[in-house]
Structures are given as C-alpha cells and as structure tokens.
C-alpha cells in the first residue's frame, strides 16, 4: 500500500487522447517499477493496459520489444499485459510477456463484466505474490518432454503445474528427482522430492491428453511471437527439438504432432473427422420431441428432411429444442485430425 493513494489520483487525472505509444509505455512503465523495487525491496510488477495498436514513437514490433529488453536486464520486471477489444495488438503484448517473464491475456467483450475479468486476473496471477521466478526441474536418467517450468510469480491461493510426458522406456518403480527452486521474501529457496514413475501406457490417456493442451498453448503462443519477432524469440525457444529452418513453423509443426497423438481439435490446427461407420445406425423416421419450459414433451408427427426448405427439418416449431427419442449404440469417437 506504499502508493496506493498516489495511484488512485494518478488514475483519476488521465485524459484519453491521441494514439498510442507502446514501446514509451513499457519503457516508463519499467523504469519506475524498478526505482521503486530498488527503493523498498519490493518485488517489481507491472500491469499493462492497452485497448490498441501502437501508431506513436517507435512502431515497428521488433524495435519495440528490443527496447524493453534493452532497460528491463534479465527480466527484472515482471510484465503482465491485458488487452482490450479486438482492436489491441495482443501478438505483440504476448511476445513481450514471453520474453520478460510474464502473461499476457485478452478481456473479452460480452464475457461476463469487464472489472470482474480484470479482477480475476490481478488476484489469480500476481495478487499477494509468496513466491518469484519459480524455476521446476526434473531429473533422472529418463527421456522427459515437458511443458513450462518456469513461472514469473506465485500468488497467494493460485498453483503452478508442470505437465510431462516420458518418452523413453522406463521399469516400474524407477524415480525421477523433482526439484522446485524460487525466491522469497526472506531469499532463495529450493525444495527437493522424489516420485515413482508408473504412467499409464497403451491408450491415449486423460494424463497425456492433459499435457497436451497445455503444451500446444504453449507452442502456439511461442509460434506467434516468432511470427512476430522472428529470431529474436530464440532465446526463449521452447520446442523440444533442435530448429534449423523457421522458428514458428518448428513451433506449429510439434504442436500439431502432439495434438494429433493426443486426439485435441485446436482452432486453426486440427479439425473434426467423422467416418462412416457400419456400427453407427440410421433411422429412416426419427422422431423428435421438444421441451417447452414448462416440462411438457411434443408428440407431434414423424419428422423429415424438406429438401426446399432452409430450415432442413420440418414438423415442430421454430422454438423448439430437438430431443432425439431413439439413442444409436456407441460408436468409436471421432478423432482429430489436420484439416486437406
């Protein structure tokens, strides 16, 4: 609460106007949090706003990205970025949060209230922050892909986790070292323990699936900051593999791998396959039922297809929600796939 009310004025005197000096923003944004780190031994944080695109001072991504590197060595300043609308370069806002250890996340328009959305982040990402620069290793004689390890800050009441998959053969019972570095208030810490390894096998698994989604986001967060940035992300590649060619294909192409093995349809890179199935049964004359919200069914007539018509289906009423009656047996799901 050291500038609480300073920053509860400083708000209240803002005019909007103008355009939009991203790279200035950051850059003071940086240099106070610093000084005030600096003078209370506090943890230095920094929330950025923006509902736009910059259009004053420097302009070009890369330029800007390597000026806030350029006063915030080794990441000294967590930056933590919400963007507004969709007209709010959000590429550039997570590209700069990958690079200075942070998040970056959007405030949708019509999803719930807008303070509510801005209220949740602060307190689930860096509310009363216990814990900075997590850093979570694990070590054995073991092949081990995993998703992110590091973590910027650890908030009062949230969680970190790190999804892994082990891609070598292992013997039941073998171990594996987990080991959890951070700093504190009072300095470093560090706690050690020691797991056994029986991870499921055969089947694709609620286990691998759950690394999965996790480390897709990933890539494809890392893929759209290199589209952005380029080679400047290398520093921060996360992929598993080395890449000689471009960073966010590399990105995009190991995405899609594991997407594939975990069966996820992810916009933009699997779609949803159906096949003909002879298991599957068809019903010449389906009957449909509707619930009107009063807990009272429709018994109207057999239902068909109207070939003229553009609502497809005939026969009950336009407010109607269909009920299937007759429940086909189960069938093999569909499974994810890369879209011709």
């Not at 999804?163 to 560090?190: K, Y």
């Not at 992300?233 to 093995?261: R, T």
Request: with cysteine; hydrophobic share 40%.
């Amino acid at each position: 609460f050291f500038f609480f009310f300073d920053a509860i004025q400083f708000v209240y005197n803002l005019v909007a106007g103008g355009g939009t000096n991203l790279g200035e923003a950051y850059v003071e944004g940086v240099k106070r949090s610093l000084n005030i780190s600096a003078a209370y031994g506090v943890l230095p944080v920094l929330l950025f706003l923006t509902d736009g695109q910059a259009t004053v001072g420097i302009t070009n991504p890369v330029r800007i990205a390597k000026q806030i590197l350029l006063v915030n060595a080794e990441r000294g300043v967590k930056l933590f970025s919400l963007a507004f609308g969709d007209d709010a370069d959000f590429q550039i806002l997570s590209a700069i949060a990958i690079q200075n250890g942070g998040v970056a996340e959007r405030v949708h328009d019509g999803f719930g209230d807008t303070a509510n959305q801005m209220e949740n982040f602060f307190w689930d990402e860096f509310g009363t922050v216990l814990l900075s620069d997590l850093n979570i290793q694990v070590n054995g004689d073991m092949e081990f892909h995993q998703t992110s390890n590091l973590f910027p800050v650890l908030a009062d009441g949230s969680e970190v986790a790190v999804r892994g998959v082990i891609e070598n053969t292992i013997d039941e019972g073998d171990t594996m070292q987990i080991v959890t570095s951070a700093h504190s208030r009072s300095g470093p810490r560090s706690w050690t323990a020691t797991i056994s390894s029986n991870a499921p096998s055969g089947e694709i698994s609620q286990c691998y699936q759950s690394f999965a989604h996790d480390r897709v986001k990933q890539l494809l967060a890392f893929r759209d900051a290199a589209l952005l940035l380029g080679w400047d992300m290398e520093p921060f590649n996360p992929l598993s593999k080395p890449c000689s060619l471009d960073l966010a294909d590399c990105a995009e192409k190991e995405a899609l791998e594991i997407a594939l093995q975990g069966e996820l349809v992810w916009p933009g890179l699997t779609a949803l396959v159906t096949t003909e199935d002879d298991s599957c049964q068809a019903f010449d004359n389906l009957k449909l039922c509707y619930d009107d919200g009063l807990g009272e069914g429709y018994d109207g007539e057999e239902l068909g297809f109207d070939e003229e018509s553009d609502n497809g289906f005939f026969g009950y009423p336009d407010t109607s929600v269909p009920v299937v009656e007759n429940h086909p047996p189960s069938h093999p799901p569909p499974t994810a796939a890369k879209p011709p």
